[in-house]
């Protein structure tokens, strides 16, 4: 058991090997380490960082973030007592009794390496960044080498855990004037220009469903009961939706789509690169589309607390960081309740519905595609 940062030392605790920190304020890992040993995950010790760009041969001194990076790391290993490797095997093994809870937040091609390395360490559980892997083929490999295991994958997908999506859930499910549609809307806020649009589609190469819209496709599976093998219908927007060859990709700017289920489930699913900054869930009137209710993502709270993350973490941290701050801190919270006391993580994805999700993604983006190019 693990009593690291923690004066009480009958207090059990998750022992956090994070793996793949990168730059302070620019990366999700660092920020996941942030919120942890600022105490905001109150049965979480942080103990062990690997970093393996920042301690490799091929990054120089003059990377962006190498400075920020030792110097954060210095005091981690000074103030914090964390120590800090370039491998996962370089990690000393679990003691007895300990809960090894590792969060792997690295490149995604990288991952399929990096959990079955976590494994091999001995960890009890592993929150594992969304998507996981580029394929659902590296997905299921790593689900069965961590079933073989009994090693809990539990993945990213942090706005299952959001108050918009409860809030909008609750009203449609609370309503009682007639029947009701709810969307699900994702905003980026790239400018809407075609250079922009074509850095965006090279950037994120594996197209909108599997990146940008693959938590919104998450909440369907979690939620709606939405799978390959039960989805009866898929209806493009084609009023809505954009579909755009920019060089050498083809990826949509903007898109929204109605999935039903062979029981009848309903749901709407949108996404605009040039939208916005937030997640919006909305709430409309099925027979005339009024819009009965919205719920958004940040929410009003949470842009309250914006300029006291600012002044107490750092200005230059990346927004959405701030924005997203109480979600990520829930299902870090809601995974280490699971992993230290047994109690059952609520919404929380796990790899299967990882798998799932992008299984739905890839059978769902040339339906889409060719119903948009039919137009």
């Known amino acids: 058991m693990s009593d690291h940062n923690n004066n009480d030392n009958t207090t059990k605790k998750a022992s956090v090997l994070l793996v793949g920190c990168g730059a302070p304020l620019k990366s999700m890992g660092a920020y996941h380490a942030l919120q942890i040993y600022d105490g905001r995950v109150p049965d979480a010790a942080l103990e062990y960082i690997v970093e393996p760009w920042y301690f490799s041969e091929s990054c120089s001194e003059s990377a962006p973030g190498y ?53 091999e360490n001995g960890c009890t559980a592993i929150y594992l960044e969304k998507p996981g892997a580029t394929t659902v083929r590296d997905l ?53 220009t075609k250079e922009a649009l074509s850095e965006c589609f090279e950037r994120n190469a594996e197209g909108m469903l599997k990146n940008m819209a693959i938590h919104e496709l998450a909440i369907c599976v979690t939620y709606y009961g939405v ?48 939208g916005g900054d937030d997640s919006v869930g909305i709430v409309t009137d099925a027979s005339n589309g009024a819009e009965l209710a919205r719920f958004s993502m940040p929410d009003a709270d949470t842009v309250a607390k914006i300029p006291t993350l600012r002044e107490k973490y750092g200005a230059d941290a990346m927004p959405y960081f701030y924005t997203q701050d109480p979600d990520y801190l829930e299902l870090k919270n809601r995974v280490v309740q699971n992993v230290v006391h047994g109690t059952p993580a609520d919404g929380v994805a796990d790899i299967h519905v990882a798998i799932e999700t992008l299984k739905v993604a890839e059978y769902l983006t040339p339906i889409l595609q060719e119903q948009l190019q039919q137009q």
Not at 93 to 117: C, F, M, V, Y
Not at 142 to 158: C, E, I, P, Q, T
Not at 232 to 252: H, N
């Open 67 to 119: 400075e920020e990076f030792h110097a954060w790391r210095k005091m981690l290993e000074t103030e914090k007592g964390v120590r800090f490797f370039s491998t996962v095997a370089a990690v000393p093994p679990p003691k007895d009794g300990d809960l090894r809870l590792a969060i792997i937040s690295a490149r995604t091609a990288d991952n399929p390496a990096l959990l079955e390395a976590c494994v």
């Open 140 to 192: 299921e490999a790593m689900r069965d080498l961590a079933s073989s295991k009994g090693v809990a994958v539990h993945m990213g997908f942090n706005k299952n855990v959001s108050s918009y999506l409860t809030r909008s859930r609750e009203f449609a499910s609370n309503y009682h004037g007639g029947k009701v549609d709810v969307t699900f809307l994702h905003n980026n806020n790239y400018p809407n």
């Open 227 to 274: 799978t390959v093998d039960t989805i009866a219908s898929v209806e493009a927007d084609t009023e809505y939706s954009s579909l755009q060859t920019l060089g050498r990709f083809t990826d949509f700017d903007k898109l929204r789509f109605k999935l039903t289920t062979k029981d009848g489930t309903s749901i709407y699913v949108a996404a605009d690169r040039c």
